[in-house]
């Protein structure tokens, strides 16, 4: 009887566990964190309602890369439909998840079967996002009721910032360094509060990967280091602050820094190019709750 009983237990631990798996198996590539050579995924992250009956398609993109970022230009690789294939979206995708960025407008009377579609397609690699008036996908695109702890009546009476771009030199020449100046204000509403440091593990702080036992090499084109990614994440300066990044243009700028405070109504950051092209810079005065939008051209020619 004790016998048959020990057999009964092996046997659950078995099923509740699964079969062993092979010595020589292959970890599984989905888990790999990769630099470079990887697709866009573009994101619909929800509708929203306008005072006027239209709609607001709120879009991001994930860009599965830990390091490389790239230029997609606005054409058959890089198109929303219908209406497009420029509906204001981004040509140069920053790595990893970039949450509600833009939004698409579509009319009052829109059906609730019409669809908003941007595809994106890296190294004949294809993807879509599908907008579309689901109930359930209607969102409040100020983040409900709460937003990092703020509280509703903050959220109320809030007013977005203001925001004003002092206009660039029609071109610059490479090699060159732009002083971005920007003029902010604010209601003082949220009041700044302290953020402890953090970053999100497992996404923005990929680890040293290790070979599986039995193989001979560690899987290449992967992050080595974690200061081989960007810094988002990070504590950030607290208050009304602006922040930069490259909308569409040819290559990366360089910010420094990234996001500036606003001091004395000013912000002052310095972009360096390394590539010429046309490009559009696009800075974001944000009071911790609400964000105001504004974008530069700029003109980059080689130097002579």
Not at 65 to 72: A, R
Not at 88 to 106: A, D, E, K, M, W
Not at 205 to 225: D, S
Request: aromatic letters at 6%; hydrophobic letters at 35%.
């Amino acid at each position: 009887m004790a016998m048959h009983l020990r057999l009964i237990v092996a046997a659950a631990v078995v099923l509740a566990l699964g079969a062993p798996r092979p010595a020589a198996a292959q970890a599984d590539p989905f888990s790999f964190k990769f630099n470079s050579g990887q697709s866009i995924q573009p994101i619909f992250e929800g509708w929203s309602r306008n005072p006027d009956g239209s709609v607001n398609m709120h879009c991001g993109y994930l860009n599965r890369n830990y390091v490389e970022e790239l230029h997609i230009p606005i054409g058959q690789d890089n198109r929303i439909e219908p209406g497009g294939p420029d509906r204001g979206q981004p040509t140069h995708f920053y790595t990893r998840i970039n949450r509600n960025l833009f939004s698409v407008r579509v009319p009052k009377g829109w059906g609730v079967k019409d669809e908003v579609v941007w595809t994106v397609t890296v190294r004949g690699t294809e993807q879509k996002a599908i907008a579309w008036l689901q109930p359930e996908w209607e969102i409040d695109p100020l983040g409900g009721a709460s937003i990092g702890g703020r509280t509703d009546q903050e959220r109320k009476i809030n007013k977005p910032p203001t925001l004003a771009l002092d206009p660039p030199p029609a071109t610059i020449t490479l090699p060159s360094t732009l002083t971005l100046t920007a003029t902010a204000s604010d209601d003082g509403i949220p009041k700044p509060r302290e953020q402890a440091a953090r970053r999100a593990v497992g996404q923005e702080t990929p680890p040293t990967l290790q070979p599986p036992p039995g193989t001979p090499e560690a899987p290449v084109n992967v992050p080595a280091l974690a200061g081989d990614v960007s810094d988002r994440g990070r504590q950030g300066p607290q208050g009304l602050r602006v922040s930069w990044i490259v909308w569409r243009g040819p290559a990366g700028v360089t910010f420094e820094p990234r996001t500036a405070l606003v001091k004395d109504a000013k912000a002052v950051v310095t972009a360096t190019f390394t590539t010429p092209g046309d490009y559009v810079l696009q800075a974001r005065a944000s009071d911790g709750m609400m964000s105001t939008v504004q974008e530069l051209a700029v003109t980059v020619v080689e130097g002579h």
